[in-house]
């Protein structure tokens, strides 16, 4: 591995046909088509990819190098030429350049990567071609509840101060300008500073102390004894001493910037320069090193700094929820990142919620090198910022909790003399997590103080997210989210899901109708006919006739217009009475005394997770020959929508000393229990 602790200069190559940016978010490019020879370099992220392997200038040449920088440059030549045919085309196959070039004596190191290859010359010139990660998009709906809910003040009662370092991206960058818009709504409260072109190195040795929150963006790049961050400076005059990179940016240009390190930090800064401070960078590899920039800047009194561990992809809008989350929830470092795994973000038209941190694991998509959240110091998971909101909330776990109601007791206290609560109450929802007052609400009055709110009309079987909520100055805050789920209760609900299908929780009666409660029977039915026939003698059917069919149903398969199930509903595949009788993930009784519910015979089925149950009455079955009634009450059969053979199809029967899937004539009269649709 090339040794980056050294002074060095990068030259990068690039693809000459890379597509604008705007093209790729235009026509929403895939991962697939941004890995392609015209789309993989999207320019306003290169350096998110590239600052893997970034250096800067040696100070001074050897006094006798063994080849000349002549000699190098040939050698160079004639590597980019392959190189470059490499990185244009389809499967980049960096070995082979590796194979092709490692023996030679000009050649210090040569290694390949999974996304480019990197050289280091006995001349201490490095050369690099790297292909760029996709462009990441998160998902922006919940934004506005967790801004509606950030702390406005903090212990002083003045506004929080942010900084805002937006050295990254000197161009017109969309992306990056749409981060900082995320962090003024987010924060719009705040007091902010943003900084952009004036982030040079006199910026960074000065001006980053004095806020309660610096969030840096910045190209990066860890070495042995420091990590370097690159301003937004670019160098003129004499460069002896300082340090500099090659950056690619817009118009596939090559510019040098002067970077700074930790001992910039640590020898311009004061102890308690960052009181309590909480550092996020978005920096690739701003952490690999945590002794690096994050013990200068804790040194110097920040409380915690936030990183990543290698190049990445997804550290602006991360760092944008990861704060307001924090905030607006109340929760500490550990908790927010948490958050972040739930949460969604878009690559081209890919939708990931898959996000993992400082544990090893790759991000998935895969980030080049195994880029993952990290923190200093360890100590700091349990960290929550110190920032009070105009008013403290609690609020109970739920009580009282039936098939369709809840009650929460909850209370607001102002924590300020001059607040005054215009509306304060419950908002709750089973879809939005967490809930704002845009959901269901139950207003309580308006002023301080405590309150009950009963949560009527909900269903049966479903889980629910609450959170208090009160209203100062036209803003709304909301306090901590509990989260119930309500009973399944005697089966008044209609379905449940049971190892991942949703069961009726009643047999079909008359054609299109269920029975009035689980415990009755329902209707008999044949096999792919929608004619019901009683459970009880004399025999009657749906139609009001007497004579029993034993003809052989024609079809290979239940079809929908003989289904007798109500709406919404339909007769369960042969494999999804299987998933119900599945032992690993469901419970029930197969040999053994049948069941009893409200006095009536029968088996129950429970999800091992969920404890979701249904249970099925012991209902008999008729004869297939001449429709005589039998076995009620010690056996059951409930048909499947599968044929075996011509008049032959699969059931699903049980009785005290088994229980199964099997098949018989279809001609028979068993039980109908639907499955959702």
Partial sequence: ?????????????????????????????????????????????????????LGCKKDKPSDNPKFTDEQIETLYQEIKVVADAVLLSDNPDWNSVVKQYEGREEIKEIEASSN??????????????????????????????????????????EPPKMLIVN?????????????????????????????????????????????????????????????????SEKISGITVGKPIFNVLGFGQNIWEYYAVSNNHINANYSNGSFPNTIVYMVCCEGLKNKTHLGEAFVNKGAKVVVGWNESNSLGHYSGCFLLGYMLSEKCSLNEGIEFLKTYTYKIGNSTITDFTYDDGASLKPPQPLNAHLTFYPSTAGNYKLPFPHLVTFTISEATAVSQNSATFNASVTANESNITVTEKGICYSSQNDPPTTADSTIPKGSGTGSYSATLTGLTANKPYFVRPYAVVDGETYYGEKRTFETLQGSGNEESVVINGVRWATRNVDKPGTFTVTPELSGMFYQWNRKVGWTTTDPIINSNGGTTWDSSYPVGSTWEKVNDPSPPGYRVPTKEEIEKLLDETKVTYTKVGALDIENGVPCRRFTDKTTNNSIFLPATGGRE??????????????????????????????????????????????FSVRPVAE
């Fill in 116 to 157: 480019g290859l990197m050289i280091e010359f006995e001349n201490e010139t490095v050369r690099g071609w790297l292909i760029p990660s996709p462009s990441i998009e998160w998902d922006m709906g919940k934004m506005r509840n967790i801004a509606s809910a950030v702390p406005k003040r903090t212990t002083s009662g």
């Fill in 1 to 53: 591995m090339v040794n980056f602790s050294k002074t060095k200069q990068l030259h990068i190559a690039y693809n000459k046909s890379a597509v604008d940016p705007k093209t790729i978010e235009k026509n929403g490019a895939s991962l697939k088509s941004l890995t392609s020879r015209g789309n993989f370099l999207m320019i306003f992220f290169v350096i998110a990819i590239l600052c893997c392997g």
């Fill in 624 to 669: 297939p020959n001449n429709g005589t009634l039998y076995n009620v009450g010690t056996n059951a059969g409930y048909w499947s929508s599968a044929q075996v053979i011509g008049g032959i199809s699969y059931y699903f029967g049980f009785y005290n000393s088994n229980m199964g899937l099997g098949y018989l004539e279809s001609t028979y009269g």
């Fill in 167 to 231: 050295a990254a991206y000197r161009e017109n960058n969309p992306e990056v300008n749409h981060v900082v818009d995320t962090l003024s709504f987010i924060f719009k409260d705040w007091n902010i500073a943003i900084k952009k072109e004036q982030t040079n190195i006199k910026f960074f040795e000065k001006e980053l102390a004095g806020y309660d929150v610096v969030f840096i963006m910045a190209h990066g790049c860890a070495g042995l004894d420091r990590t370097w961050i690159v301003t």
